[in-house]
């Protein structure tokens, strides 16, 4: 198994722009789990999905952030407009029970 | 207020050894701990996992210690090898509470010098 695949592995975009992470989970895992890691605040769940829907959110910081996950296979998380404070490492993990236990390589998100 | 804390943000250890990593927590909810290890570039990977109510878990070279009338815990390698060497993440689970959210420790960096 190819494991969590995520992509870009890097973005850099101008504050305003709209950006769209994507996760491809490892097939069969039930749950889905989108991470943000930053200095100041180490990892911090967003938002996870089980059996592709949303089921904690409150991690998600306001509006301009949302998660999808159409199918068992995809998810995207959509920053827009992007602002430098959501420069991080944004991580896609998967799992088939409710512990996080396979994560994807990151996205290194760079607002300017 | 951090609810898991790791801290010792450095750790160095000679080849051979055992490597501690501590991990303190203040939530007497917590029933589920785990530990990960993470190189650079690279997306953290789960090593090991204690219930509430174990003290003790083992799985190869890695041992987890939980004490809950100290609300600490704690990560022994034995022996310590160079590749062991990259940054290990605590995290803890609230019974009760979402299960998918995992409260992570900031990470301690440890250097295994051969």
């Known amino acids: 198994d190819a494991g969590v695949i995520q992509s870009p592995r890097h973005e850099v975009t101008e504050m305003g722009q709209e950006v769209t992470l994507r996760c491809k989970p490892i097939?069969?895992?039930?749950?889905l789990f989108w991470y943000r890691q930053t200095m100041m605040r180490g990892l911090e769940l967003l938002i996870y999905?089980?059996?592709?829907?949303?089921?904690?959110d409150s991690g998600m910081p306001e509006d301009r952030f949302s998660a999808k996950m159409p199918n068992a296979s995809f998810s995207t998380l959509k920053i827009q407009p992007s602002e430098p404070r959501d420069s991080a490492v944004y991580f896609c993990?998967?799992?088939?029970?409710?512990?996080?236990?396979?994560f994807g390589p990151g996205t290194r998100l760079t607002v300017l | 207020d951090q609810q898991v804390k790791q801290n010792s943000p450095s750790l160095s250890v000679q080849e051979g050894r055992i490597s501690i990593l501590n991990c303190d927590y203040t939530?007497?909810?917590?029933?589920?701990f785990l530990w990960y290890k993470k190189y650079p570039a690279e997306g953290p990977t789960f090593l090991i996992s204690?219930?509430?109510?174990?003290d003790k878990n083992e799985d190869g070279r890695f041992t987890v210690f939980l004490n809950k009338s100290a609300k600490h815990l704690s990560l022994h390698i034995v022996p310590s090898q160079p590749g062991d060497s990259a940054v290990y993440f605590c995290?803890?689970?609230?019974?009760?509470?979402?299960?998918?959210?995992?409260?992570f420790g900031k990470g301690t960096k440890l250097s295994v010098k051969p």
């Open positions: 939530n007497s909810m917590f029933d589920y």
């Open positions: 999905f089980n059996n592709n829907v949303p089921i904690d």
């Open positions: 995290a803890a689970r609230s019974y009760g509470g979402s299960q998918g959210n995992l409260i």
């Open positions: 204690i219930s509430s109510i174990k």
């Open positions: 993990a998967s799992s088939p029970g409710p512990a996080v236990r396979f």
């Open positions: 097939s069969g895992h039930d749950y």
